[in-house]
């Protein structure tokens, strides 16, 4: 069985930093990095993104 508290998926500021550069040439201050950290369950749902990966695993053996 899996550890229960096994972290599935997480994102870091590198990560988040990362998506900046690329969306807009730039590195995010401390001010828009927190702020970005702070909307970002705001958008990606939990729920709604484990029950779409468990959808996908329909027509899985």
Same mark, same amino acid.
């Given at each position: 069985?899996?550890d229960? /508290? *096994?972290?599935?998926?997480?994102?870091?500021? /590198?990560? %988040? $930093?990362?998506? #900046?550069?690329q #969306? &807009?040439?730039? &590195?995010? &201050? /401390? =001010? /828009? @990095? +927190?702020?970005? #950290? =702070? +909307? @970002?369950?705001?958008?990606?749902?939990?729920?709604?993104a %484990?029950? $779409? #990966?468990?959808?996908?695993? *329909?027509? &899985?053996?």
């Amino acid at each position: 069985m899996m550890d229960p /508290e *096994k972290i599935m998926y997480s994102i870091n500021s /590198e990560d %988040i $930093q990362n998506v #900046a550069r690329q #969306a &807009t040439d730039r &590195t995010l &201050t /401390e =001010e /828009e @990095l +927190k702020f970005v #950290a =702070e +909307k @970002l369950g705001d958008y990606v749902g939990r729920c709604e993104a %484990i029950v $779409q #990966a468990i959808g996908e695993l *329909k027509g &899985t053996p």
